[in-house]
């Protein structure tokens, strides 16, 4: 099942996320790469990125999972 919303979140920026669950209840997470130049490295959390201007959340976030999942 796929269902959409929003929540707001503090931040400087605007940004899109995906919370991926199975019906078991289990969660797909990122973990972040090691690298000191990142937010938060080696940390897990959920997939999505920044908001570009003049783009919809919804545009964001496949965007962000065709680069994070797909490598595209």
Do not use: H
């Amino acid at each position: 099942m796929i269902t959409g919303g929003s929540l707001p979140i503090k931040t400087e920026k605007a940004v899109s996320l995906a919370l991926i669950c199975e019906n078991t209840g289990s969660l797909l997470m990122q973990l972040r790469d090691f690298k000191d130049w990142i937010y938060s490295p080696g940390t897990w959390c959920f997939f999505g990125g920044k908001i570009e201007p003049a783009e919809f959340p919804e545009a964001a976030i496949t965007r962000e999972l065709q680069e994070e999942l797909l490598g595209q």
